[in-house]
């Protein structure tokens, strides 16, 4: 069974201050990970995904996440953050061979950034 | 970027009547699934769908649950008869293919059974 923990239900910084979003998975083959974002009502919108090769992987709007396989850890880092990159963050995980693309997802981390 | 469009945003049902939520996936891709999540957890897999079949179903997806994607229409999740645990956002995604391939999302239906 493959599972994702994000252990920070939610996380405040100010703006201009780095930030990371921790992610835990569970898999037992080959995974793939990913990050979304959900802005208020909008529908996931994909960050970044990592497959294979290196494992810092850069997404958009200045994001990056390192895959860390000793760890199962898919953390989600940005150097600054600016206030419209308040949103709710998803990691998720879906297996690298066979399987039907089925992402599992962690509870979500409610980023709030205040000036 | 690629746009899932869910309609509509919110319904609201009286437990026990019937419920279709419509999902209008991008266009050329081939594989479609629907999501739950209630309230304050995370978002759970139902079903995804290729090919006019039911690839893989959760426990979630239960009897009362049927989608289908009629002549390359919408892609809908019918619940029939509704019950109260069925109050969540339900999310619809599409995908070109399998093996990784990004799943692009809907903004989601929320479902209020009363």
Not at chain 1, 44 to 62: A, F, T
Request: glycine share 10%.
């Amino acid at each position: 069974a493959q599972s994702v923990t994000q252990p920070d239900a939610r996380v405040t910084v100010s703006e201009g201050a780095s930030l990371q979003l921790r992610c835990k998975y569970s898999y037992s083959g080959t995974p793939y990970l990913f990050w979304y974002v959900q802005y208020p009502r909008q529908g996931l919108q994909l960050l970044l995904k990592y497959y294979s090769g290196d494992p810092v992987v850069q997404g958009v709007n200045g994001f990056e996440a390192e895959f860390i396989k000793s760890n199962s850890s898919f953390h989600l880092r940005k150097a600054s953050v600016h206030w419209s990159d308040s949103a709710v963050y998803f990691c998720a995980v879906t297996g690298a061979t066979g399987g039907n693309n089925k992402l599992t997802f962690g509870q979500g981390t409610v980023l709030s950034v205040i000036p | 970027g690629p746009k899932v469009l869910q309609i509509p945003s919110h319904q609201i049902i009286d437990m026990g009547q019937m419920v279709t939520l419509n999902c209008d996936p991008v266009s050329n891709h081939l594989y479609f699934y629907w999501y739950k999540q209630i309230l304050g957890q995370q978002m759970e897999f139902l079903v995804n769908f290729y090919n006019g079949k039911v690839m893989e179903k959760s426990k979630l997806f239960k009897d009362q649950f049927s989608v289908e994607r009629p002549d390359g229409s919408y892609f809908t999740l019918k619940i029939q008869p509704t019950a109260l645990e069925d109050s969540a956002v339900y999310f619809c995604a599409s995908s070109l293919g399998l093996g990784g391939r990004t799943l692009y999302f809907g903004s989601g239906t929320r479902l209020t059974v009363l």
